[in-house]
Structure formats: structure tokens, C-alpha cells
């Protein structure tokens, strides 16, 4: 059976009686408009009720579906014990959920649950449901959301619509999360311009029910607004492919400085022009074309190495097209350029894999960059490795390092030109230069104290920078 409805609601403790002690007027149009939309909910007579938060449990490669047969939480982390919900899990839906993961290899399954108690992003939409019905007659599934790429979510969303179809389960989706929360100075978070361009943008493109347009968000203008609901609403698209939907935006507000957004979403029988994310796939699919294209010598050379490991397990063979400076034949007892290099993945926009060396470790250039591009794709710590499924859709830059020097002082720090090196004894952090985000020396060697385990506090560091040619 199709998903029946949807709603994409906010969190914030405040909005309860118990908590707000009287705050929660200054919000009453979200609390009219949440009430309004689980007595939508309540009126479809779902038999499942499918909710996602982000402040459930989260990994960055992985979504959690929570286990078990049952689950309670309550808001006494924000001095309110009594309010307070419990809901039956179902273990059916759940199960072949999981099963279609499994079967299309696909992160997502009941692994690694790190608490059993309902998060805050659970239990304050499912107190607006208890009050709409009490006693919760539903089922419930909850699902976390991941740093996997907004399509990983979107293809969630499109596997709990099978399940529920392979179920004839009626099932109503609640995408638990607010939206930024850099929209006033006097806030909690203070203000950032990403704040309100993101609010104004986000509240147009669910008011519309202009899914695809989700895919088009910038990831670091989503990260300047501090967003928390952006993934779990692409979950809820994805749950509503192919399906003409009637969407409304019931209200916004942003009283204490986090915006909340109240829609509701009622399917209207299926709309094959709707398949958004074979669209995006599209999109991206002829953007990495151009890309691959337009790669230089340093860049192929890392993508061939990394995908002959991931594809055959097998080291590359060198090519006997490459640029003369990465490798060249022996002359009078002469290697090739020998140099450290880094080599960078990114996956829709999201770093996916960083691995280099400071220094040469191999006999040229060349074997320097394809032993690095496997170990960014396999041992970054940070990540689990490359799966073939995703080698289409990475994008790499090869940084190839200059000679590092010793300097006094951060002033003799540039981050656009050079990158860091901290050490202190044994412990060494580097940090590569030209970073988004990162625009003052002051926030380099802060990033590269922490990539070496230096506290701020450890005087007698060291400090060196160096130059890279960067190749994409």
C-alpha cells in the first residue's frame, strides 16, 4: 500500500507545557500547526507510524532502525519527567526493511543502537500525537539519520515506501527535525546570513512539495545555518517518489533564534514525473562525466588505482601514459619526482576519504599518489571503506606537497596559500591549505593540534608550512 501521508515537523523541548512554563506561547502558530497536523495524522488511520530524527542515533556511513520490541522516553533531560511516551515497535515492517537493505547492499539495518530511550526528536512530535490520540494506537518504526549523500537518504525513503507496499502496511511518515539555527543574534547560536537564506528556501521547497529542489541545497550553506532536519526530510521525499502530492505549509517561526517549520503532505495517487532521484542521478552522472574529462594526469592516475583495488583487489599496474614529472625512466641512476602527496575523496559534495604523506615514502611520484588514493578509500579511520557502488560518484584532488619550512609565529601563516604542520615530540598534525570553512591561522593550527592529539594548552609546539600544487 502507498505511504498514506506525511508531515514534516520541528523538535524543540520549549514547545511542551512542562518544559516552556509559559515560553511556548511566544511560539503558539507552531503549536497550532503541529496539532493541526497530527490530527492529520490521526484521521488517516495509519497503521504504522514512521519517524525520523536526527537525534537519534547516527553514524556517518549507516542507518540506525531501532530494535527491539518497545521503546519509552521522556524530557526529563530538560526537567520535565512527566512528559513522557512509550510505543510498540513493529517488528514486521522492521525486518523486511531490513531485508530489502540487505538484499540491495545498502548501510541501513538494526546495528549499533547506542540507546534505547526515545530521543527529544521523538518523543516532542509523538506528545502532539499522543494528545491528537491517545494511547497511541499505532505501531512505530524510528530510523536516524547518517553523513551518507542526501541520495542515500532519498533511497532509504524509497525502500520503507516497499516494505510498507510488500506489506500492504499503511504507513504515515512523521520527518522530525528544525531548520536553521543561526537566525538571531540574541539566540542560543547566534546569527549567521546562511540562517534565514536557508529558512526561506527550505519552507518554499516543502510549501511546494518541490522535492528534487532538496538535492540543490549547497552542503556548506546548510552547514552555515546549522540545519537539523534537511536529511530527514529527504528521507520523507523519498518515502513519496513517484507519488503527486498536496503539500502545506502551515507555519514558520523563529522567536528564539531556530527556525520551525510545520507542512503537511497528503499523496494523490502516483506521478511517474515525479522520480526525483533518477533525476539528481542524472544530474550527477553527466557532471562527474565532465569532470572525468577534464581531469589532469595527477588525477586519473589516483581514480584508475583506487578503483582497480576497489573493483578487483588488485594494485594498479602503472600506465605508460603518465606526465613526465610523476614518474620517468632511470637516467644516469635518477628516479622519478619523488614528493609527499595527498589525495582527497568527495562524495556529493561531503568529504568521503583523506589520506597523504608529508614526505616521499615511495621510489616516485606516481607510486606516491596510488598508494595514497587506496589508503584514502580504505584506511581513513574516519569512514568505512569505498564500496563499488559509490565509485561512480566521487570526485578526487591530488595535493602534492612542497618542501615544509620552519616559521616563528602563525603570522607567517597564509591559509589560502600554505598549509600547517604542528608538531610536539612524537605526535605531528598537517592541514592542507585552501579549506572551506577554514579562513584564519588561528583555526588551522587549532585543526592540526587536534588532528595530533595537542591540546591548546601544550606550549614548545612546533610549527612548519608548506605549499601544494593542486591538481583536480
Known sequence: MPIIGAVMVPHPPI??????????????????????????????????IVITSPHH??????????????????????????????????????????????????????????????DHGTVVPLLFLQEACPGLPFQFLRIGLSGLPLTDHYRLGQLIREASDRLDRRVFLIASGDLSHKLREDGPYGFDPAGPKYDEKIMKTMGEGDFGTLFDFDPSLCEQAAECGHRS???MAGALDRTAVKAAALSHEDIFGVGYGVCLFQPLGPDPARNFLDQEETKEAAALAQRKASEDGYVRL???????????????EMPGDLPEDLTEEERAGL?????????????????????????????SLAEEICENAVSA??????????????????????????????????????????????????????????????DTPDQQIAIAREKANISKWERGVKLQRFQVVRHV
Open 15 to 48: 514547545i511542551i507545557p512542562a518544559v516552556g512554563k509559559g515560553e511556548e506561547r511566544k511560539i503558539r502558530k507552531t503549536t497550532e500547526a503541529y496539532q493541526e497536523a497530527m490530527r492529520f495524522a490521526s484521521s488517516l488511520h495509519p497503521d504504522t
Open 377 to 438: 578509500a580504505t584506511r581513513d579511520p574516519r569512514f568505512s571503506p569505498v564500496k563499488v557502488r559509490e565509485l561512480d560518484r566521487l570526485e578526487y584532488s591530488v595535493d602534492v606537497l612542497g618542501e615544509p619550512e620552519p616559521i616563528s609565529s602563525k603570522n607567517d601563516l597564509d591559509p589560502s596559500k600554505y598549509g600547517v604542520i604542528v608538531t610536539k615530540g612524537g605526535r605531528r598534525g598537517l592541514l592542507l591549505p585552501d579549506l572551506a570553512g577554514v
Open 335 to 363: 628516479t622519478g619526482r619523488r614528493a609527499g602527496a595527498f589525495v582527497s575523496l568527495h562524495e556529493s559534495g561531503r568529504l568521503r576519504g583523506c589520506i597523504g604523506t608529508i614526505g616521499p615514502t615511495r621510489a
Open 57 to 118: 542515533t547516527m553514524y556517518a556511513d549507516y542507518f540506525n532502525i531501532s530494535s527491539g520490541p518497545k521503546a519509552a522516553g521522556d524530557l526529563s533531560q530538560f526537567r520535565a519527567p512527566g512528559a513522557r511516551v512509550e510505543i510498540r515497535y513493529d517488528a514486521g515492517l522492521r525486518k523486511e526493511l531490513c531485508d530489502l537493505a540487505e538484499q540491495a547492499d545498502f548501510p541501513a539495518g538494526t546495528l549499533g543502537e547506542r540507546a534505547k530511550s526515545l
Open 233 to 235: 526530510f529527504v528521507i
Open 302 to 316: 589516483a581514480r584508475k588505482a583506487l578503483e582497480a583495488y576497489v573493483r578487483r583487489g588488485e594494485r594498479l
